[in-house]
């Protein structure tokens, strides 16, 4: 919430030489919206606070509190800034909230009545400094249809961008931000119109290409396959609000899956063919899920069955035996683990960490079996 009586810029009515008080509420539904110019209000803020400084002069009243909501859509009631006016109203004597346009506050009919009415219970009256809108009825006549007006214009707009992507995904188009391995690039044509599309990104792209072709070889698990590639350098590509970063290990299990990745695009469920370079061939990449696919079926197998290892693996630091645990991460997939029973039981002060049971099968598989056991990375292998 922004206290006008801070920011000088405002050029507020000084509340104790006005007859009443009013608070302003401004909004604009995007992040874009906010930042235009390089700024941190962009353009429209500034509009509506100024068109609403002219209003409260008109009336006789000076703005004592200013809500903005920059990049909040107004389908929802439960916007911030919103919620704190209304509180605020509720606390306070206020005449008036004004507001540049009656879909400022509200684009959903009955949202704008459940706003109007806590306005009202509170003694406040709604103004908007660009329509007629007051209490007498033929203002309240103006007030529902420009409200029902406002609504209309939400829903249809949003049927004709799902049409539009609909579209776009059809003719090969990439809606919104392309996955990591590529960059979105907006180029001009010899005729000056703006043309968005897709590259791929020289410092990830070669990454990524090398983790397919790595896990499609059935000699990598996902986790190791990340701590692979975090070694190598792969950070997300930066933005203005977040710097690189290294990627999760659920991020490279997504990655593995997107089809993106051999030149297809999808939208609402349906997948159509990419204009966008492929990073992977598709026989690489059908070869990846197949192998992801082989992974969850061992997975399942575990959990049901239990693992062949199982009862023949001890703690390389207590000796105790190691056990299986299968643990659903927030994405709901599930990761099966050895983990040590001593350990788990309490009955050691062991402090081995649990390990990934691919990471444990590998080590099994590469070290001979013997009666007397081979102890590799604090894992004991018994014939």
Known sequence: ???????????????????????????VSTREQAEKG????????????EATRRKAEQLGAGIVEEFIDAGASAKSSDRPELMRMIQYVKANKVSYCIVHKVDRLARNRADDVSIHLALQQC??????????????????????????????????????????????????????????????VRKRDEMGRELRTIELDPERAPMIEWA????????WSVSQLHDELTSRGLRS???????????A???????????????????????????????????????VQSVLTAHQCAVEATQVHGHYLKGTIHCGQCGSRLIVSNAKNRHGNV????????????RTDCTRQAMLIEDVEKLAHHNPRCSGGVMVAGVSVTG
């Open 38 to 49: 390089g700024t941190d209000e962009g353009f429209s803020i500034p509009a509506q606070r």
């Open 1 to 27: 919430m922004t206290t006008i009586a801070d920011d000088p810029a405002a050029s507020l009515i000084d509340p104790p030489k006005t007859v009443a008080a009013a608070v302003s509420y401004l909004r």
């Open 123 to 184: 003694g406040v009256m709604l103004v908007s400094a660009t329509e007629n809108i007051d209490e007498t009825p033929s203002g309240m006549l103006l007030h529902g249809i420009m409200s029902t007006i406002a609504e209309f214009y939400s829903r249809n707009l949003a049927t004709e961008v799902t049409k539009g992507m609909t579209q776009k995904a059809i003719g090969g188009g990439t809606n919104g931000r392309a996955p990591i391995g590529y960059l979105n």
């Open 237 to 247: 590509l930066p933005t203005p609000k977040r710097p690189a970063k290294p990627l």
């Open 335 to 346: 990761n099966c683990y050895f983990v040590c029973s001593g350990r788990h039981s309490k």
């Open 249 to 287: 290990v659920s991020t490279i299990h997504r990655l593995l899956t997107n089809p993106y990745y051999k030149g297809d695009v999808v939208y609402r469920g349906t997948r159509y063919k990419g204009n966008h370079p492929a990073l992977v061939p598709a026989e690489v990449w059908y070869q």
């Open 212 to 219: 397919f072709k790595a896990y499609a070889s059935g000699n």
